[in-house]
Antibody, heavy 116, light 107 residues
Framework: QVQLIQSGAEVKKPGASVKVSCKISGYSFSELSIHWVRQAPGKGLEWMGGFDREDGDTIYAQTFQDRVTMTEDTSTATAYMELRSLTSEDTAVYYC?????????WGQGTLVTVSS | IQMNQSPSSLPASVGDKVTITCRANQGVGNELDWYQQKPGKPPTRLIYATSSLQSGVPSRFSGSRSGTNFTLTINSLQPEDFTTYYCLHQSNYSGWTFGQGTKVEIK
């Protein structure tokens, strides 16, 4: 059974950075495409970016291009998403998603609250 | 690429057949998935590649395409189906694009 376990909730001040982790088990990490999606309170799903295993490229949404970095540690099968220069509008639940053709799995979500 | 999902709200009753539509502003082939999201939970994939039913998903869910219009159909709504649905287009070039979401509500 594939599992994605994300790091715990975070509270950050405006201007700070946050790094969310996503540990994957139950499937070959190197065969999964991993993406990050966020959801502000009461809002829809917003794609932030991801790594496409077929292309070997990381692509970021234009909205986040300048202040997000997505990395992975294959030795621990963990993906990371760092978002910088936080504002109150970044308050949201952040999800990681790992997929291959026939299946897609999501982490439980990490609530990031940005407040002074 | 933009995905225009409609309606945003869909009142329905148990046993109804409902359809949700996503329209792409350009050709996207069959690269369209449908997700269900229950409150406080991550999304779960129902349909991938326009019409392939995800393993374990009830057969009352189905997907289809006509040109750049994609449809999710739920036959005989069950109580657990009253929640929010999203379409998702994935592109190796432009990334992911979600529809705005459709909330299926009790009439």
């Amino acid at each position: 059974q594939v599992q994605l376990i994300q790091s715990g909730a975070e509270v950050k001040k405006p201007g700070a950075s946050v790094k969310v982790s996503c540990k994957i088990s139950g499937y070959s990490f190197s065969e999964l495409s991993i993406h990050w999606v966020r959801q502000a309170p009461g809002k829809g799903l917003e794609w932030m970016g991801g790594f496409d295993r077929e292309d070997g490229d990381t692509i970021y949404a234009q909205t986040f291009q300048d202040r997000v970095t997505m990395t992975e540690d294959t030795s621990t099968a963990t993906a990371y998403m760092e978002l910088r220069s936080l504002t109150s509008e970044d308050t949201a639940v952040y999800y990681c998603s790992a997929s291959y053709t026939f299946a897609a799995y999501w982490g439980q979500g990490t609530l990031v609250t940005v407040s002074s | 690429i933009q995905m225009n999902q409609s309606p945003s709200s869909l009142p329905a009753s148990v046993g109804d057949k409902v359809t949700i539509t996503c329209r792409a502003n350009q050709g996207v082939g069959n690269e369209l998935d449908w997700y269900q999201q229950k409150p406080g939970k991550p999304p779960t994939r129902l349909i991938y590649a326009t019409s392939s039913l995800q393993s374990g998903v009830p057969s009352r869910f189905s997907g289809s395409r006509s040109g750049t219009n994609f449809t999710l159909t739920i036959n005989s709504l069950q109580p657990e189906d009253f929640t929010t649905y999203y379409c998702l287009h994935q592109s190796n070039y432009s990334g992911w694009t979600f529809g705005q979401g459709t909330k299926v509500e009790i009439k």
